[in-house]
């Protein structure tokens, strides 16, 4: 529910469609501007009420971008945490659209640098920055870099709603999306009546099928925000949020989360085990799921589909091949640990090793990096950890870590998987080392991991160094 006591709405597009609208149902959200397919799937009217939340596929398809109230966004976050036990979610610390009372702190040739508050510095282009250094200055995140450290700013002001923007010193315009030339002018000439002094009104696309009263009344709250800005910019301190805008929050879907988006798409649709993986490799991989899954819907012999599926991932790795070692952080940072060889690859097990490219140092080994050095990592599908042990150049074994993280995954010319930040170390002399249990507890402070999750991750390091315990006896 939102503040209103309303269901929240969620528009949502993208590879995981069918699975998160029957999670959102089930969660007591309101799927809008569905589309055809969702619409038969779930038996859904047309709806074209704005969303509360808009969702939508991650660039490298291994998870969703989320936009919109702080309320819906938070929401959404609580259901993810509570269905699936690996996701990731990271929320960015600044509000989209947001406009804040910032502080120059210092420039360079293009960029002046500027505190938001919060510990975040903007970046707003030079040319726009029109007050003294030592004053306080209005300043909007714009949705330029989304996610970004640092946050692209402007001190070209709007003021965002669902059917029209109010932007500071500007003309009235119509979305080039609207064609209808009779609506364009209606819309311009009801702009011209609407807009506070020196505010422009643009209209939205979606403004084209609003009635007049609905048009006047979203216009009637921005300009009220326009007022509370007013207010609040001539006594609020410097580094404040003065109006808030979008939340934006990247969700990750790691080993298991796919697995259990598989479980809710089955129950709607027919669905390949693995369907989100699948998915995630894009390309021809993702064309011959869609094929394969056609061929289910109209009836054929789910065992025959699945072999034939099967037999076209031939762009799979096997033996020999080379990969790339995609090491994710917590914080969404993709470390690339350079190729690897893979050494055996089965229903169960995954093996590969990697030649270290340069000198450096084994935290909690205690001993050197050296180029020449060879990794030889082990894990099975479905576990929590990859274990890594490290030989010299002339197979001196150097110790070994334990690295918890999500599951890996092995795709075409990758193998990826999200660190969970704890290590166990294995020197040679057979000590044993538990590291960055700390950053874990971080990592559940910023919301990037659930409680369910640090929890299981807790346990397996428990179970990792009893196991080590035993062994030794």
Known sequence: MNA??????????GNCTTALTKLLLENGFEIVQPSLTIKKRFGLMDNSAPP??????RYDLQGVRVLGTSDAVNTFQSVLHSAFEDVLTRKWRVSIDGIYNGKAIESDEDTVYVDIGGGVIGRLPKP???????????VQVERKRIGAKQPILTMNLKIVGNYAILAQNSKVGVSLKIYDLNKRAELYALGKTLAPDWWGIIWRESSANQSRETLENEITKLAEKVKILNTKAAHADALTLLIEGSCFMDVEFPWFSKRDLDKLRA???PTLDGHHFYKSCGGEVSAALEMAEKLLEKGQSRIEVEKSFREQLYRFPEEGSLVDVEHVKLSGLVFHLGQATIESLG???IKYSRIMRSNGFYDGLGVKKEAGDKAVSETKMGEWSITTKY???GGEFKGTYINLNTPAEVYPKAIRYVDLEVDVCIKPDGTVKILDMEKLEKALEKGFISRKLFEIVKEKVKETTGALKESKH
């Open 267 to 269: 129950s709607v649709a």
């Open 4 to 13: 209103m006591g309303a269901l929240m709405k969620a528009k949502i597009r």
């Open 347 to 349: 229903d169960e097990q």
């Open 391 to 393: 030989f010299s150049n």
């Open 52 to 57: 509360d939340v808009k969702i939508k596929d």
């Open 128 to 138: 726009e920055f029109v007050i003294a250094e030592d004053k306080p200055l209005l």
